[in-house]
C-alpha cells in the first residue's frame, strides 16, 4: 500500500484545514483501517485519530477530541483529517498510516500501522 498525504499548509490559529490521504492500490483500500499522527519538531510522533475500515468508527487522542475530525471515502480510496479550531500546539508533520490488508479495526499504536504516508506540514500562527 503506498499513501500520499496532501492538504497541509500555513493556517492562523482558530481557523480550519483538511487533510487528504490517497492509497493505492483503490482495489484494497477497504480492506484497513487508517490512522493520522503527528510529530512536532523535537518530540516523539503521536496518535491523533484513526477509523475503522468503514468509517464507521473512530479514535481521538484527547488533545484534539471535538476538534478534529477523521473520515474516508472507500469509493475515492482516500481518507481524511478535519481539523478545526487549530491551534499553535498542532504544528507538526502530519502522517496518514494505514494497518495491513484485512485488518479492518482502527487503532492507537503506531506499531499497528504498516504503511506510512511521508507526511505533510502544518504550521499554525498565533
Known amino acids: 500500500v503506498q499513501l500520499q498525504a496532501s492538504g497541509g499548509g500555513l493556517v492562523q490559529a482558530g481557523n480550519s484545514l483538511r487533510l487528504s490521504c490517497v492509497a493505492s492500490?483503490?482495489?484494497?483500500?477497504?480492506?484497513?483501517?487508517m490512522g493520522w499522527f503527528r510529530q512536532a519538531p523535537g518530540k516523539e510522533r503521536e496518535f491523533v485519530a484513526a477509523?475503522?475500515?468503514?468509517?464507521?468508527?473512530?479514535s481521538y487522542a484527547d488533545s484534539v477530541e471535538g476538534r478534529f475530525t477523521i473520515s474516508r471515502d472507500n469509493d475515492k480510496n482516500t481518507g481524511y483529517l478535519q481539523m478545526n479550531t487549530v491551534t499553535p500546539e498542532d504544528t507538526a508533520v502530519y502522517f496518514c498510516?494505514?494497518?495491513?490488508?484485512?485488518?479492518?479495526?482502527?487503532?492507537?499504536?503506531?506499531?499497528?500501522?504498516?504503511?506510512w504516508g511521508r507526511g505533510t506540514l502544518v504550521t499554525v500562527s498565533s
Open positions: 492500490p483503490r482495489s484494497t483500500f477497504s480492506t484497513y483501517a
Open positions: 498510516a494505514a494497518r495491513d490488508l484485512y485488518y479492518r479495526s482502527f487503532s492507537s499504536q503506531a506499531s499497528d500501522f504498516v504503511s
Open positions: 477509523v475503522n475500515w468503514n468509517g464507521g468508527l473512530t
